[in-house]
Nanobody, 128 residues
Framework: QVQLVESGGRMVQTGDSLRLSCAAS????????MGWFRQAPGKEREFVAR????????WYADSVKGRFTLSADDAKNMVYLQMNTLKVEDTAVYYC?????????????????????WGQGTQVTVSS
């Protein structure tokens, strides 16, 4: 079992920056990669970013590429999503997720089914 707890979400204005954190606990030795997803009201959950623990390789959704940066602190079992130049359309509940198997590849890693454990989410609201 892996427990994930997100934090850092709040209301900000367009153009602001925000850093979300995800703390992993439990059997953290089995995690292969971590991801962030988000879900806006009335919309499906969508992929935001992914990072592999080994090597720190990252992947980003086109909508956030160049604005968001995902990093991981292996010693602290923490993952951070730095969000810059926030837009109104970034408003959503942001979820941290753990991929413990690493079986996905390519775009298959961009879907929720590739992840085994999820946090409760943290709300990010960007006002104009």
């Amino acid at each position: 079992q892996v427990q994930l707890v997100e934090s850092g979400g709040r209301m900000v204005q367009t153009g602001d920056s925000l850093r979300l954190s995800c703390a992993a606990s439990g059997r953290t030795s089995i995690r292969y990669a971590m991801g962030w997803f988000r879900q806006a009201p009335g919309k499906e959950r969508e992929f935001v970013a992914r990072i592999r623990w080994t090597g720190g390789i990252t992947w980003y959704a086109d909508s956030v590429k160049g604005r968001f940066t995902l990093s991981a602190d292996d010693a602290k079992n923490m993952v951070y999503l730095q969000m810059n130049t926030l837009k109104v359309e970034d408003t959503a509940v942001y979820y941290c997720a753990a991929d413990t198997s690493g079986y996905c590849s390519g775009i298959r890693c961009y879907v929720a089914d590739a992840y085994d454990y999820w946090g409760q989410g943290t709300q990010v609201t960007v006002s104009s």
